[in-house]
C-alpha cells in the first residue's frame, strides 16, 4: 500500500492533484478546490471581517469591565476565537434561511448559496461544524457561561427568520450580536451584574443603529421580496430614528462610565464616538446604497474608539 502526492498538468494547462491511497488514484483539479475554498470563506463572510469586529468590540468592552482591565488570557482567548466562529456560522445560517431571496437582491445575488457554488445542505454542516467548535471552546469556562450559550445558538438561529415575522429583525440581530456580554461576565467572574445589562443593552441598540443603516441600502429590494426591517417600518422617519437611537447608545455608555467611575480616557473616547456618529448621520442624509452601507461600515471604528477608551482609563493609571 502506498500514498503520495504528484502534481502533474492535463494537455490544457490545467493542474491536478494525483493522489494514490491503497493503489487507488484519484485526480483533484486544484482550481477546483481553490474555487470550492474561495465560496466556503464567502459563505462564512471571512472576506469580510467587519461583522467580526462589530460582535467583537461589545465583547471586549464587557470583558474589560468584567475584569476591570485585566481579563484572564484563556478567556479572552476563547471568546476572541468564539466571535469569529460563531459570527462565520451565523452568515452560513443566514444564507441558508435566505437561499430563496438572495438571487432577487442585487447585492446578495452572487452569494454562494444564490449561485449554486454551494449547496443548502452543505451550508447547515459548515453553520453545524463551527457552532461545534464554539461550544467546544465554551466547555473550558464554567457551568452557567454554557448554559448561556444555548440562548446564543438560539438567537442566532432565530435571526434570519425574524426578518419575514416582524419589521425589527435588528433588534434580534443586536440580541445575538451582543449576547457575548453576559457571556465573557460569567466566564471572567462567575456572575452578572448591573453594568452588565445596561452594557447588552447599550450593544444591542447600537446594532439596531448601525443595521438599520445598512437596512437602508436594501430597502427597495426587500419590499419587493417582502423582507421586513426598520428601515421600511420607519420610512421617512429613518435618519431621525437612528440618530436618536445612536444617541441612546452614547447616553447608556455614559451611564456606565458614572457607574463604574472610569476617567477622562474613557469619555474622550464618547466623544470620538459621537463624532464618528455625526459622520454616520452625514453619509446617510441623501439614503444613497452605497453610502449607507459605509456608514454601517464605519461603526467599526466607534467599537474600536470606545474600547481604546476601556483599555487606557484601566491602563494609564497602573503606567502613571
Known amino acids: 500500500m502506498s500514498h503520495s502526492l504528484k502534481i502533474i498538468s492535463d494537455p490544457h494547462g490545467l493542474e491536478w492533484f494525483l493522489v494514490t491511497r491503497f493503489d487507488v488514484r484519484v485526480y483533484v483539479n486544484s482550481g477546483l478546490l481553490e474555487n470550492r475554498m474561495r465560496s466556503y470563506i464567502v459563505l462564512t463572510r471571512l472576506d469580510r471581517p467587519i461583522g467580526i469586529w462589530l460582535l467583537m468590540w461589545p465583547m471586549l468592552w464587557a470583558l474589560w469591565f468584567a475584569a476591570e482591565g485585566i481579563p484572564s488570557l484563556r478567556v479572552l482567548l476563547i471568546f476572541v476565537a468564539g466571535t469569529v466562529l460563531t459570527r462565520s456560522a451565523g452568515c452560513a445560517i443566514n444564507d441558508y434561511a435566505d437561499r430563496n431571496f438572495d438571487a432577487d437582491v442585487a447585492r446578495t445575488s452572487q452569494r454562494p448559496l444564490a449561485t449554486g457554488a454551494i449547496k443548502p445542505g452543505e451550508a447547515l454542516i459548515v453553520a453545524a461544524v463551527l457552532m461545534m467548535i464554539a461550544f467546544v471552546l465554551v466547555l473550558f469556562t464554567n457551568a452557567l457561561t454554557i448554559?448561556?450559550?444555548f440562548a446564543a445558538l438560539?438567537?442566532?438561529?432565530?435571526?434570519?427568520y425574524a426578518k419575514r415575522h416582524t419589521y425589527f429583525p435588528q433588534l434580534v440581530l443586536g440580541a445575538a450580536?451582543?449576547?457575548?456580554?453576559?457571556?465573557?461576565?460569567?466566564?471572567?467572574?462567575?456572575?452578572?451584574?448591573?453594568?452588565?445589562?445596561?452594557?447588552?443593552?447599550?450593544?444591542?441598540l447600537w446594532a439596531?443603529?448601525?443595521d438599520t443603516m445598512y437596512a437602508m441600502a436594501d430597502r427597495e429590494d426587500d419590499i419587493k421580496i417582502g423582507i421586513k426591517s426598520t428601515a421600511i417600518f420607519f420610512g421617512?422617519?429613518?435618519?431621525?430614528?437612528v440618530a436618536v437611537v445612536q444617541a441612546m447608545v452614547l447616553g447608556t455608555m455614559v451611564l456606565v462610565g458614572y457607574l463604574q467611575q472610569l476617567g477622562i480616557s474613557y469619555y474622550l473616547s464618547l466623544v470620538v464616538a459621537a463624532v464618528l456618529v455625526l459622520y454616520q448621520l452625514h453619509l446617510i442624509r441623501d439614503r444613497l446604497p452605497a453610502n449607507c452601507i459605509k456608514a454601517?461600515?464605519?461603526?467599526?471604528?466607534?467599537?474600536?474608539?470606545?474600547?481604546?477608551g476601556i483599555v487606557l482609563d484601566y491602563a494609564l493609571p497602573l503606567i502613571i
Open 154 to 160: 438560539a438567537l442566532a438561529t432565530l435571526y434570519p
Open 147 to 149: 448554559k448561556l450559550s
Open 296 to 308: 454601517f461600515l464605519n461603526n467599526h471604528y466607534l467599537g474600536m474608539a470606545v474600547f481604546i
Open 236 to 241: 421617512e422617519m429613518d435618519i431621525v430614528m
Open 177 to 204: 450580536f451582543s449576547w457575548a456580554i453576559p457571556m465573557a461576565y460569567t466566564a471572567q467572574t462567575g456572575s452578572t451584574n448591573q453594568i452588565t445589562w445596561l452594557v447588552f443593552a447599550a450593544s444591542v
Open 208 to 210: 439596531l443603529a448601525y
